[in-house]
């Protein structure tokens, strides 16, 4: 795949998948039930992102919520796992350098192929450019013709958005109930409390 500045994008024919921008990929569990969402400050804590930029992305189509939009004030958006993970890819293109426009580009590719097999996929760019690599044999084609200067590998940064959110809280989509997170210091927290009753 290679995905350019210019919108265009190489690769496979897209998947039309029903239910969201990023729908889950085939074969494989997903590490957050479907039934969980993410509010807007939550998922900025996982990705490492300003709520401004957040705001910013969902309204311009960037990475919109899959799971609730906002609709009106007082409603709130409500992220899956996956817009989470794509937060923090996004985040981490714009700190290499690589253009918004670039990186909108690169995300409409992966949301018309679906995100299959994300968590395996290493991204490349040379700064103008945005490439998606699924063998460790691509990746080294890619660097031995000069077009890749740094890579996103999607699996870890997958891995560091499931530890993150496995310590803040979620919401139950169709109950809203809150889910508390494994924080230990919200562990810590509750000893106090019961110490002190």
Not at 147 to 159: E, K, L, P, S, T
Not at 161 to 180: F, I, M
Request: charged share 20%.
């Amino acid at each position: 795949m290679r995905s350019s500045g210019d919108s265009t994008a190489g690769g496979g024919p897209g998947i039309p998948v029903e239910g969201g921008p990023y729908p889950l990929h085939d074969g494989a569990a997903d590490p957050s039930p479907d039934t969980i969402g993410y509010r807007g400050p939550t998922a900025c804590a996982a990705a490492g992102i300003t709520y401004r930029q957040l705001d910013y992305w969902a309204r311009t189509g960037l990475v919109e919520p899959s799971v609730r939009a906002a609709y009106g004030s007082g409603t709130q958006r409500l992220y899956s796992f996956r817009d989470v993970v794509v937060l923090k890819i996004v985040k981490r293109f714009l700190d290499t350098g690589v253009a918004l426009q670039n990186i909108r580009a690169a995300v409409q590719h992966l949301r018309a192929r679906g995100f299959r097999d994300l968590e395996r996929m290493t991204l490349m760019s040379d700064g103008a450019t945005v490439y998606e690599c699924s063998s460790p044999d691509e990746v080294v084609d890619l660097l031995q013709g000069g077009q890749g200067i740094f890579g996103i590998a999607v699996g870890v940064v997958w891995r560091d958005v499931e530890a993150a959110l496995s310590q803040l809280h979620g919401e139950r989509v169709d109950t809203g109930e809150t889910l508390v997170g494994n924080n230990p210091a919200d562990e810590l927290a509750r000893r106090r409390q019961n110490r002190a009753v």
